[in-house]
């Protein structure tokens, strides 16, 4: 008798019927040249895609940073959102049809990450790093997000409400939005505001994204850092409100533990909070990943750094079958002086 893998179960996600919960995490890979979406993204998102599979864009930013922030790129490209693809302009919808394509016409379902790079708006504040680009296992130290500023704070919701626009007309399903601690929420006001205002410039980009697409189409991803209490009264304040928003699912990263994420089974407050489709991601396996969907801890699971490295992962977990390593030198970009840019993107053997 064949043993089901809870992974591999069929799932309903509001209008979206799934074959399976394996999930491509949001993974920034900066292989947009100019902000501009390549062919070879097409490529390889439609190597991760597969009939009823869910996949979720790399971080794509909502908006053109000011002329400091380019200069501050230009200055510091080894810490900066070089190459990081947009979706504010009609290049870039254009640029990301093909892709969407791609991706459909593999019978997936492919959402876009919209993400505000608040790399230019108020000082930053010390030992603050960018949570955006986790691969799953830790954090990558690659530039500080900067507090968005009261008086630049409608410009930024209405820039994600017209992102969300974008992403719809470029042919996504629907559009999942960043909210890492740092900018998202308000962690400066600790002991002195209440949460509901600490938490308003997030839920008026929800609200803001959510009446543009309908909040059937609408994703929030969180992250609590290393999940002190102030953090985790925050974020749960958030994922609280969502549901009397109509908001698709909740997609949250696991804690860090000593360092590193791990799963800590530290999310079911917020799986208990949220109505809708709950996604858990960070550090995750193929035995972790049944464990949470067979107990009911997550609906999905969302994979990053195996999702890279294996592009069949879905088949590679129904088959139990040996897993390809990951290049870290290829995350962003196919490193210095390479003459391909596709090495460590697209050149992932598959199984067969």
């Known amino acids: ?37 390549q062919p070879h993204a097409a490529v390889y998102y439609a190597q991760r895609a597969s009939p009823g599979g869910f996949l979720i864009s790399e971080g794509t930013r909502i908006a053109a940073g000011s002329p400091a922030a380019a200069a501050r790129e230009e200055q510091e490209p080894s810490s900066s959102f070089n190459d990081v693809p947009g979706i504010w302009a009609q290049e870039h919808v254009e640029a990301w049809r093909p892709v969407v394509d791609a991706v459909h016409a593999k019978g997936a379902v492919f959402f876009c990450q919209l993400w505000h790079v608040a790399c230019d708006v108020v000082r930053q504040r010390p030992q603050q790093v960018s949570p955006q680009m986790s691969f799953d296992g830790r954090r990558e130290e690659l530039s500080s997000p900067r507090r968005v500023a009261a ?8 820039g994600f409400r017209r992102a969300a626009r974008n992403a719809i007309d470029a042919g996504f399903d629907g559009v999942e939005i ?91 407050p917020f799986r208990e909070a949220f109505g ?15 464990a949470a969907v067979g107990e009911g801890y997550a609906d999905l699971v969302a994979y990053g750094r195996l999702f890279l490295a294996n592009p069949d992962l879905p088949r590679r977990f129904e088959l139990g079958a040996p897993l390809n390593e990951c290049d870290a030198a290829t995350f962003y970009g196919a490193g210095a002086g390479a003459a391909d840019h596709t090495v460590g993107y697209t050149d992932y053997p598959f199984l067969d």
Do not use: W
């Open 276 to 290: 809708g489709t709950f996604i858990a991601s960070g550090g995750y396996g193929r035995e972790e990943g049944d």
């Open 151 to 158: 008086e630049d704070a409608p410009g930024v919701v209405d």
């Open 1 to 37: 008798m064949k043993t089901t893998i809870p992974l591999l179960t069929p799932y309903k996600m509001g209008l979206f019927d799934l074959s399976h919960r394996v999930v491509l995490a949001p993974l920034t890979r900066q292989r947009a040249y100019g902000g501009v979406p």
């Open 178 to 268: 960043l909210g890492a601690n740092g900018y998202f929420v308000d962690n400066e006001g600790q002991g002195v505001n209440s949460l509901e205002s600490r938490c308003r410039f997030a839920l008026e980009v929800v609200d803001a994204v959510a009446r543009e697409v309908g909040g059937h189409h609408v994703g929030v991803r969180l992250d609590q850092f290393d999940a002190t209490a102030d953090e985790h009264a925050l974020a749960l304040h958030v994922v609280s409100r969502l549901s009397d928003r109509g908001v698709l699912y909740c997609h949250m990263i696991e804690p860090r533990v000593d360092g590193r994420r791990r799963v800590s089974r530290r999310l079911l």
